[in-house]
């Protein structure tokens, strides 16, 4: 598992994750990238709204069962993909799924060097559509597999009344504001060949 780990790291700093760029905020010549990232403004997601309906993001930072995915997010800099209109699907590793990875996995992911990487990590648990447990349910029952936002596919089970998704089980689906979060109870990662 390490080993996949480190190998889908590497490979994910070669790719460019166009899912990932935001076409505005440019900041100007800074005098550091620290400086930079602290005046790189978040769009939509440095609102604060206290009337409208919570999203993707807000149900995040709220659940102390997320903590982790929240700070991931934060670090690779992709919050604003969680504020837009949507809908978009969320499959929201709990903190003890963090838990899982090898040992200090986590905190490698979370430094600015590796911010590339874990925003195509996070990006791999994100896929447009609204897709609760119930309609994740029909789909595999159809055989079909959902599109992420990598531009894979994932397989989509059924065992019993309980959904996987790449293997991984969906605890709870909860609706947001701009599409679905789904709970799950492992880090989605590519399967070895």
Do not use: W
């Not at 889908?8 to 994750?17: E, P, R, S």
Request: glycine share 8%; aromatic share 4%; proline share 5%.
């Amino acid at each position: 598992m390490k080993h996949i780990l480190y190998s889908f790291i590497i490979a994910g700093a070669l790719i460019t994750v166009s899912a990932c760029s935001t076409g505005g905020g440019e900041v100007a010549a800074a005098e550091s990238d620290d400086v930079a990232a602290e005046n790189t403004p978040l769009g939509q997601a440095s609102v604060v709204d206290d009337v409208s309906d919570p999203n993707i993001l807000q149900v995040a930072i709220g659940s102390p069962d997320h903590t982790t995915l929240v700070v991931a997010v934060q670090a690779a800099h992709i919050e604003h993909i969680l504020v837009n209109n949507g809908p978009l699907t969320v499959f929201a590793p709990t903190n003890a799924a963090f838990d899982k990875l090898p040992e200090g996995t986590v905190e490698n992911l979370l430094l600015p060097e590796n911010q590339e990487a874990l925003a195509i990590i996070l990006t791999r648990h994100a896929a447009p559509g609204s897709y609760n447990i119930e309609r994740l349910k029909k789909e595999a029952s159809k055989g079909r597999k959902i599109y992420m936002a990598t531009g894979d596919y994932l397989e989509i089970t059924l065992e019993g009344d309980d959904v996987y998704v790449h293997g991984i089980k969906v605890i709870a689906s909860i609706q947001t504001s701009n599409g679905v979060i789904n709970v799950i109870d492992e880090v989605i990662l590519p399967k070895s060949e």
